[in-house]
């Protein structure tokens, strides 16, 4: 099946199983999971059967659905989309822009303000180009209310990042 597809330039069976195998293909031109990635969603599952292929796949809540369908559909025109459902169930973040929605999601307008004026100003720099005093000042805030900003945003980035390896 690989020969006659003349999308897929290397393919390679990673293991192999009662009912099946697990399979690594080097793709060029269209693919269903490259096109579901490039507009934010994520393959949870690709089956193929009898020339029929089921996606299972998730739309994290800052992607637009119907973009991600119209989109799947321009570029795999004989696809159906055979069911939406809503859950409550956390998607794993696995792209930059989940990431970036996920922690600005996460801090106050403040809190990303002060980060944002942190970083560029060079605080996070060795050495520190920048002193907190000198950022509290350009945001025209007391220098404690700076650094009380700043240690609420980095406990929540860190606990956000240490919080996904430690889930069951």
Not at 112 to 115: G, M, P, S, T
Not at 148 to 153: E, F, G, P, T, V
């Given at each position: 099946m690989v020969e006659e597809a003349a999308a897929i330039d290397e393919a390679r069976l990673i293991s192999r199983g009662v009912d099946g195998g697990l399979?690594?293909?080097v793709v060029s031109g269209?693919?269903?999971t490259t096109t579901l990635a490039?507009?934010?969603a994520i393959a949870r599952t690709v089956v193929a059967e009898n020339g029929v292929g089921d996606i299972l796949a998730d739309v994290p809540a800052h992607v637009d659905v119907r973009r991600v369908v119209e989109q799947f559909q321009t570029h795999h025109s004989k696809s159906?989309?055979?069911a939406c459902r809503n859950s409550e169930e956390p998607i794993p973040v696995r792209t930059e822009r989940g990431l970036h929605a996920t922690m600005a999601d996460q801090l106050t307008d403040k809190q990303?303000?002060?980060?944002r004026t942190a970083y560029l100003s060079g605080y996070f720099s060795w050495p520190r180009r920048t002193t907190a005093e000198e950022c509290a000042d350009a945001l025209g805030i007391a220098q404690p209310t700076f650094s009380?900003?700043?240690?609420?945003?980095q406990e929540k980035i860190i606990s956000r990042?240490?919080?996904?390896?430690?889930?069951p």
């Open positions: 399979f690594e293909f269209p693919c269903v490039d507009t934010g159906t989309l055979t990303q303000e002060v980060l009380q900003h700043i240690r609420a945003a990042l240490f919080d996904a390896y430690t889930e």
